[in-house]
């Protein structure tokens, strides 16, 4: 039963691949009978060949990137610093951007900055606070 599914399948793309050839084939005999009272039969010849070229150019440009295995995401590991400097790495305009604004930012008001540093130093507090009662 499976075996009789495959083989269906298979005749089934050969046809369409026959048809697909078929089909190229007429249409480069249409374009050449197109272009030969414009150009002369030598040109037609050309563009024929030309639009056979782009025609694998382009197919074959599509089943390479279909061909292609996705990267696998990065592995985030480490801590902030790292994540900082991979982010830094990644989107160095990005970074820069932050940076200039941070620096912007702690000239107009200095108590922002020492509360950010305040807060990266100290980190958090993983004790768990006791509970109300009510």
């Not at 249409?27 to 056979?52: E, S």
């Not at 902030?80 to 940076?99: H, I, N």
């Amino acid at each position: 039963m499976i075996f009789r599914r495959v083989l269906f399948a298979m005749a089934g793309a050969t046809a369409l691949a026959v048809a697909a050839g078929v089909i190229v084939i007429a249409l480069a005999f249409a374009l050449h009978a197109a272009l030969t009272p414009l150009i002369g039969a030598a040109w037609a010849d050309c563009c024929v060949a030309l639009a056979a070229a782009i025609l694998i150019g382009v197919l074959g440009t599509l089943l390479a990137m279909l061909g292609r295995r996705p990267k696998p995401p990065p592995v985030q590991s480490g801590g902030v610093a790292e994540r900082a400097l991979d982010f830094v790495k990644s989107r160095p305009v990005t970074s820069l951007a932050g940076a200039v604004a941070a620096g912007v930012l702690a000239v107009r008001n200095p108590g922002y900055l020492g509360a950010v540093v305040r807060a990266f130093v100290e980190g958090r507090d993983t004790t768990p606070s006791p509970r109300r009662r009510k």
